[in-house]
């Protein structure tokens, strides 16, 4: 299980987030719903150890592991799709793919991954990860990427932006394969249809945990409560 315990971080005198406690428990997806600047994608950055909490603790299993950076957090099995996809320059989808084959995968699995995130291994395996494919494109292929792994824990930060009205049945197939290798989902969000699709959810704004529960649950809070609120404004344009 990983824990968020009592974490607090500030920044340049500013607190993001307040005192967030969050439990995900091995096999169970959850997702993060909240609308744009309440501190999601910092609680993704404090999970996967890009940054550390200001107060308070990241456990794995009981184990402390608050001070360690984003390689040996990935050593044990804890991945982050970025919010934003990177670009890799001269290297090909299938080295991305493969860790330029370190990893122990063959064709059929890298075939197969492909295929969930909706791109065809004969069109996309020998083309560059550069300027030349579109973002949502990237996004895709890092969703691939973290489908061959099969990591214990898979934190997608708004793995839905970026792409097109496909998005929900990428999802779906995404979190089908995730839940069939066991993979703990962690699904950021500030789509309320995407967050429906997972077991719990965490409902966050202005850096604090509102409501927790079951996705249902949250979901129908956050449509009474948040319906009028001017920070869910705008939000339907996938920004
Ligand atoms: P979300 O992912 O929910 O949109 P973020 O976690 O990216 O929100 O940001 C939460 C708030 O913290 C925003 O108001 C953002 O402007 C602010 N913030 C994030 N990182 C920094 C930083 N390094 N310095 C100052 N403010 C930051
Ligand atoms: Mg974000």
């Not at 993001?16 to 995900?24: A, K, P, T």
């Not at 990893?103 to 699995?109: E, Q």
Request: glycine letters at 10%; charged letters at 30%; aromatic letters at 8%.
């Amino acid at each position: 299980m990983l824990v968020l315990r009592n974490v607090t971080y500030s920044t340049d005198g500013r607190k993001i987030l307040e005192n967030i406690n969050m439990r995900f428990k091995e096999g169970m997806s959850y997702s993060i719903l909240g609308p744009n600047g309440a501190g999601k994608s910092t609680i993704a950055y404090i999970l996967m150890g890009v940054i550390k909490p200001s107060e308070g603790k990241v456990l794995l299993d009981e184990r402390d592991i608050t001070d360690l950076g984003i390689t040996e957090r990935a050593k044990l099995g804890i991945t982050l799709l970025w919010q934003e996809p990177a670009r890799y320059d001269g290297i090909t989808v299938e080295e991305y793919l493969t860790l330029g084959g370190k990893l122990n995968v063959d064709t059929r699995d890298v075939k197969e991954v492909l295929e969930i995130v909706g791109l065809p291994y004969e069109l996309y395996c020998h083309r560059f990860v550069d300027r030349s494919l579109s973002g949502g494109e990237r996004k895709r292929i890092e969703l691939a990427s973290i489908l061959l792994l099969k990591p214990k824990y898979a934190i997608l930060d708004e793995p839905d932006s970026g792409l097109d009205i496909t998005a929900s049945e990428l999802i779906d197939r995404i979190l089908g394969y995730l839940k069939k290798v066991g993979t703990t989902v962690i699904l950021i969000t500030h789509h309320e249809e995407i967050a429906k699709k997972t077991d719990f959810s965490y409902f966050v704004c202005g850096g604090k945990v509102v409501r927790k529960g079951f996705s249902d649950e949250v979901v129908e809070y956050y449509k009474r409560a948040c319906g009028k609120c001017p920070l869910l404004e705008g939000m339907s344009d996938g920004h």
